[in-house]
Nanobody, 127 residues
């Protein structure tokens, strides 16, 4: 089992940048594929980005491709989401999630493929 704690985010003007971090407990962080999701007010939670266990494979939602970068540091048990060129429509609560996959190169974009979730972190982009 793993516990996830997000940090970072906050308030930024459109065009600015923010970075989210997600720290995982336990000694087996490298056994989990990781993902970021977000939920805007009045909307369903949606996929943002995913990364494989090794970090060698990544996948992004079309809406963030070219602006957001997911990365991980397995030595620090942490996954990151660097968000650049932020837009007001990026405003949401952002969640990290973990999938205890046996496949080192796999990434996942469906919410039901993730077993563990963080508590969420607010990101607000003003126009």
């Amino acid at each position: 089992q793993v516990q996830l704690v997000e940090s970072g985010g906050g308030l930024v003007q459109a065009g600015g940048s923010l970075r989210l971090s997600c720290a995982a407990s336990g000694r087996t962080f490298g056994s989990y594929a990781m993902g970021w999701f977000r939920q805007a007010p009045g909307k369903e939670r949606e996929f943002v980005a995913a990364i494989s266990r090794s970090g060698g494979n990544t996948y992004y939602a079309e809406s963030v491709k070219g602006r957001f970068t997911i990365s991980r540091d397995n030595a620090k048990n942490t996954v990151y989401l660097q968000m650049n060129s932020l837009k007001p429509e990026d405003t949401a609560v952002y969640y990290c999630a973990a999938n205890p996959t046996i496949y080192s190169g796999a990434y996942y974009y469906r919410q039901n493929e993730y077993d563990y979730w963080g508590q969420g972190r607010q990101v607000t982009v003003s126009s």
